[in-house]
């Protein structure tokens, strides 16, 4: 069956770094793309970063932008966001998200909190 493990979250202060990672398995990774989401209390899932299935092209939320980055490596069915320069407005459940025309799977989701 489809499994992810998520990992990497945590607490770190304003302006620091975290890097999140989404091990997969029960699918053909390399044929999905891949997305970061989050949802903050109160507000709705918000789309942070996207990367193809070769791993060639990437997208991101304007409010990431330059400061995020994602990455994938398909032999080892993982997908990272490495995360900088870090705001308390980041705080957010963060989800990996696997896509494939109709199939979609959610990973169970790392806390990350942004606080001083």
């Known amino acids: 069956q489809v499994q992810f493990v998520e990992s990497g979250g945590g607490l770190v202060q304003p302006g620091g770094s975290l890097r999140l990672s989404c091990a997969a398995s029960g699918f053909t990774f390399n044929k999905y793309v891949m997305r970061w989401y989050r949802q903050a209390p109160g507000k709705e899932r918000e789309l942070v970063a996207t990367?193809?299935?070769?791993?060639?092209?990437?997208d991101y939320a304007d409010s990431v932008k330059g400061r995020f980055t994602i990455s994938r490596d398909n032999a080892k069915n993982t997908v990272w966001l490495q995360m900088n320069s870090l705001k308390p407005e980041d705080t957010a459940v963060y989800y990996c998200?696997?896509?494939?025309?109709?199939?979609?799977?959610w990973g169970q989701g790392t806390q990350v909190t942004v606080s001083s």
């Open positions: 990367i193809s299935s070769s791993g060639d092209s990437t």
């Open positions: 998200n696997a896509y494939y025309f109709r199939l979609v799977y």
